[in-house]
Nanobody
Framework: QVQVVESGGDLVQAGGSLRLSCAAS????????MGWYRQAPGKQRELVAFITSGGSTNYADSVKGRFTISRDNAKNTVYLQLNSLKPEDTAVYYCRADIQGGPRGGFNAYWGQGTKVTVSS
């Protein structure tokens, strides 16, 4: 069984910073894609940033230059540094990890329960 758990969400003023963490644990052989998504009230979930096992990254245009994604492969953990936060960044942030449970299995996507980020103006 695999668990994905996010943490770090909080209430912060505009211009402030937060660091989100997401740790995968359980029966894990390999982790490929790790990404952060967010869902604001009344809106669809959107991809914020992702990082591959090799370290390649990609960001949504709305967060480029402000957010930084990184990972610790030894800990199966992905981080999202959020700087220069804006009220429009307010959302529940979800982590997704594509995990291989064994050497012969395929990769399955696992999601965390979400962590709430609220940015006040």
């Amino acid at each position: 069984q695999v668990q994905v758990v996010e943490s770090g969400g909080d209430l912060v003023q505009a211009g402030g910073s937060l660091r989100l963490s997401c740790a995968a644990s359980g029966s894990i052989f390999s982790v490929n894609f790790m990404g952060w998504y967010r869902q604001a009230p009344g809106k669809q979930r959107e991809l914020v940033a992702f990082i591959t096992s090799g370290g390649s990254t990609n960001y949504a245009d709305s967060v480029k230059g402000r957010f930084t994604i990184s990972r610790d492969n030894a800990k199966n953990t992905v981080y999202l540094q959020l700087n220069s936060l804006k009220p429009e960044d307010t959302a529940v942030y979800y982590c997704r990890a594509d995990i291989q449970g064994g050497p012969r299995g395929g990769f399955n996507a696992y999601w965390g329960q979400g962590t709430k980020v609220t940015v006040s103006s």
